[in-house]
């Protein structure tokens, strides 16, 4: 009898679990789209949690403060983006830099670098965001500079190689900049596509050839 009751008991969390996350997952989506549309002034627990159709309580209970919610939905988004980059090329960039550069160019044009942008921007005005927004920049940032080195087939023993592919990241970064104001891209395909070429020249043929 016992052990039926703990495998009753067991079963019945599994669900209120999965709802759990799935409350968790539409508030942190919430949270980067709010960001992305409202910059941080506008984005407040209460404002998320009515996007995400749950109650202040609910998101206060995965998240206790605002803070937490949207460093928490950045890095959640960020690392979404990170790995659905490197599952575009399953098999690896095959030499094609260009198509990896479009896509690296892309992760910085799209609605969560606009998020992230506005998380820096409110951490360089609350000193209790700063600290955290800094630590989650540079761990997101390393990961997407492993994932660049290695979908350019880069080899970081070439002098230079490594400051060619932070070069790109920053690069990709400035374009994104210039995205928040106007559709910038005609000039972009044309900024990825020069950059392409200067990354055979700089990084020579990719590792393994």
Request: hydrophobic share 45%; with cysteine; proline share 3%.
């Amino acid at each position: 009898m016992g052990e039926v009751n703990q495998a009753t008991s067991t079963a019945a969390r599994a669900p209120k679990q999965d709802r759990s996350r799935a409350t968790r997952q539409r508030l942190l989506e919430a949270a980067v789209a709010c960001l992305a549309e409202h910059g941080w002034a506008g984005s407040t627990v209460a404002v998320v949690a009515e996007r995400a159709g749950v109650s202040r309580g609910a998101a206060q209970h995965h998240f206790p403060t605002r803070e937490d919610l949207f460093t928490a939905a950045v890095e959640h988004v960020a690392e979404e983006r990170s790995t659905a980059l490197r599952e575009l090329f399953p098999q690896g960039a095959a030499g094609d830099r260009g198509a990896v550069v479009a896509e690296i160019v892309a992760l910085f044009t799209g609605p969560v670098f606009r998020a992230a942008l506005a998380l820096w921007v409110a951490a360089s005005n609350e000193e209790q965001l700063r600290g955290r927004v800094t630590e989650l920049e540079a761990r997101v940032g390393r990961e997407t500079h492993r994932t660049a080195v290695q979908l350019l087939a880069a080899d970081e023993s070439r002098p230079g190689a490594r400051e060619t592919v932070q070069g790109l990241l920053d690069m990709a970064r400035g374009l994104g900049l210039a995205n928040l104001l106007s559709d910038d891209t005609a000039r972009r395909e044309r900024v990825v596509a020069q950059w392409a070429a200067l990354l055979d020249e700089a990084l020579g043929p990719p590792l393994g050839d």
